[in-house]
């Protein structure tokens, strides 16, 4: 069959791996899907439990820091492309332990592209590396000013920094073995199965519990959000749309003062718990800014909306909605990720 693939998904007990796994198995029954985690603490296979019986499935536990257990699983599997999601992910653990984020994020990516390389050869008909990275690779920007695909790259934690080296890798196996890849680089993520250690569910989290919501220095911090399942959606236009050696950046054309976002989801989280209006925002406290912390992040997704047509599909007031609704019938799935 010409169109059938084996795809190698790399993160996908995640946040966002789990939900692009779910779009692919689901979309693509021809497609056999494999998904590569090491199950850390922020890997968890009850994120797709719905879908873990489906034929086209398959869960791989393996660690891309280990060279030796990928050789045996592209041999075996005999994927064609990679779609590589797996990663440290949260900037704070990047400050107290930088080294785990070289070791897998830089490491682990070259492991996963040395692999790859080795198993494709030099004829690379049908073969993909896409690579899914963050824009905080592209440093801060003022209060003007957006990052475009020809934004320099400037990063300013250990996290940025390692996700910024492992794009320059694989843009580099592009460049000097002629390796097909695609990167795309993305703002701030929200919706279910995200890791309560991340602003939102923390918050949500926290509104549930009555514990203070901290939020760094005055609040004035500036993100973009998009929806994690606009971002799967995207993934799955750049994978099989996106012009190969291009990167694309992926934003929600959704700017939020930090401050601003904290304020909307107490009124929010107060209305459907049917609490006195105010009732959350009472737990704001202000703390001590996180060192090197970049100020403002705003996404020109100008790219792929004109050449690919992607652009999110609802608002930030609608997905945070179901964020929170999603957050509150799952309090089971809460409690087991934080004692894990
Ligand atoms: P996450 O921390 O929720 O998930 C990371 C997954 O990778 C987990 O399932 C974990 O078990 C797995 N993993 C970690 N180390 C591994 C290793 N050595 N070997 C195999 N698997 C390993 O992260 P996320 O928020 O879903 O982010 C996924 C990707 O998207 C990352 O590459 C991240 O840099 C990028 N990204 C995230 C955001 C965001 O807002 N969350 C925005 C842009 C880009």
Not at 61 to 67: E, F, G, H, L, S
Not at 210 to 224: A, F, I, W
Request: with cysteine; charged share 20%; hydrophobic share 35%.
């Amino acid at each position: 069959e010409a169109n059938k693939r084996n795809i190698l998904i790399t993160g996908g007990c995640g946040f966002i791996g789990s939900h692009v796994v779910r779009l692919f198995v689901t979309k693509y029954p021809h497609y056999n899907i494999y998904n590569l985690d090491a199950l850390t603490y922020a890997g968890n296979p009850a994120n797709l439990e719905d879908i873990e019986q489906m034929s086209n499935y398959k869960l791989l536990v393996a660690d891309i820091r280990n060279a030796e257990v990928l050789e045996q699983l592209f041999s075996e599997y005999n994927f064609d492309s990679v779609i590589h999601l797996a990663a440290e992910s949260h900037v704070d653990r990047s400050i107290t332990d930088p080294l785990a984020f070289v070791t897998t994020n830089v490491v682990g990516t070259v492991n996963l592209l040395h692999t790859a390389k080795k198993h494709w050869g030099t004829d690379f008909t049908n073969k993909l590396f896409y690579h899914i990275s963050t824009d905080e690779v592209y440093g801060t920007l003022g209060e003007s000013g957006f990052f475009t695909e020809e934004t320099a790259y400037d990063p300013n934690s250990p996290y940025s920094a390692s996700k910024a080296s492992s794009d320059h890798f694989v843009r580099a196996y592009g460049e000097t073995y002629k390796m097909p890849y695609v990167i795309s680089n993305c703002s701030n993520n929200y919706g279910p199965n995200q890791f309560p250690e991340k602003l939102i569910p923390l918050f949500i989290q926290n509104c549930l519990d009555k514990k203070s919501l901290p939020v760094y220095g005055d609040g004035n911090y500036t993100r973009d959000w998009l929806y994690v399942i606009d971002h799967a959606i995207a993934i799955d236009t750049i994978f099989h749309k996106g012009k190969i050696s291009e990167t694309y950046n992926i934003g929600g054309f959704n700017e939020w003062k930090n401050i601003d976002l904290v304020r909307l989801l107490c009124k929010q989280v107060d209305q459907k718990l049917g609490n006195p209006e105010g009732t959350s925002e009472k737990l704001i406290t202000f703390v001590t800014d996180r060192p090197g912390h970049d100020f403002r992040y705003a996404i020109d997704a100008s790219k792929i909306n004109a050449e690919l047509g992607w652009k999110p599909s609802v608002t930030f007031e609608e997905g945070l909605s179901k964020t929170i609704d999603w957050y509150l019938s799952n309090r089971l799935w809460l409690e087991q990720v934080k004692s894990k």
